[in-house]
């Protein structure tokens, strides 16, 4: 159970007995992808949820599925769970959905990494129309939102679909703690850098990340009353193919200076931001939450 390069050997089992969904995984040079590995090979149950026909639609590409289910199961513990689940984010009931599915197949959910996203169809403010707002907010915002949301029902007893009278502005939850540092629940959102400089000609994408990132202190305040514990994640430049020059959705010129202004002289390898999270989710990061960190190799200081 390693990543090949021995960085895992005392980490083995410090996921043992936890039971993760990623969603967001449905190609081996993803993000998804290497988190759900790295949280494998650490020791929890994974579940995955997929959207091939997004990437099939970017200049990237898919990937094989069975391929994808093959390297998560070859890192899996002993006696851990996977399972997995095709599934359109866009879609209003698909949260539920997949939480159902997960649970079904790998028990109660102690992790929930909100890594999806939609990529293409965006542009300037030029270009702005209500359907790609919509298209962007739909996968990125609300459907990490809804996500949550249902996740955070297995730590209440209530379900969400139950007509239930809403909190009303202010109203906080009396926490159920002090809660056992392992016992309590993770989630963790994915942000992009537009708090730290602009994103041109990517206005929908942005301006859905932004919400996350600004809603995260709001929805971590009220998710620590049933001991769950929210962070985002801004991973800064990371290469899952979207800047190599053949699959690139973006100017060789814009790529060529994103790299000359990378202060280690390269992109972000999705393994440096799996190696975040998986402390995150951890006994280690049991004293963080309601962040927004950023992970970028010094991306943000040049």
């Known amino acids: 159970m390693n990543s090949g390069d021995g960085s895992l050997a005392g980490n083995a089992a410090r996921l043992a007995g936890r039971a993760a969904l990623i969603t967001g995984v449905s190609r081996r040079r993803g993000i998804g992808y290497a988190i759900a590995t790295r949280l494998a090979s650490e020791g929890a149950s994974v579940f995955v949820q997929h959207h091939a026909a997004h990437d099939a639609d970017q200049p990237w590409g898919s990937d094989d599925l069975d391929a994808v289910r093959a390297g998560i199961l070859e890192r899996l513990a002993p006696h851990a769970r996977f399972g997995d689940l095709g599934a359109d984010l866009a879609q209003p009931d698909a949260p539920a959905q997949v939480i159902d599915a997960a649970r079904a197949a790998i028990g109660r959910l102690d992790i929930l990494v909100c890594n999806h996203a939609r990529s293409g169809g965006d542009g300037s403010i030029f270009d702005m129309t209500a359907d790609r707002l919509s298209g962007h907010f739909d996968v990125n915002a609300r459907s990490t939102l809804l996500l949550t949301r249902h996740f955070a029902d297995q730590f209440s007893g209530v379900d969400v679909r139950d007509d239930a009278d809403a909190s009303r502005p202010g109203d906080v939850e009396t926490t159920s703690g002090p809660f056992d540092e392992f016992a309590t629940g993770r989630v963790i959102w994915m942000t992009s850098g537009q708090l730290l400089g602009p994103m041109r000609g990517e206005v929908a ?56 202004s990378m202060p280690f002289g390269r ?36």
């Open 205 to 260: 994408y942005a301006a859905s990340k932004a919400a996350l990132a600004s809603v995260t202190p709001t929805v971590a305040a009220e998710l620590l009353g049933r001991g769950i514990l929210l962070n985002t994640v801004n991973p800064g430049p990371v290469n899952t193919g979207y800047l190599d020059a053949d699959t690139s959705d973006r100017a060789p010129e814009t790529v060529a200076e994103v790299l000359a």
């Open 267 to 302: 992109f972000g390898q999705p393994d440096d931001v799996a190696r975040l999270i998986a402390w995150l989710v951890s006994s280690e990061g049991r004293w963080t939450t309601g962040q927004v960190l950023t992970s970028d190799g010094g991306f943000s200081l040049t």
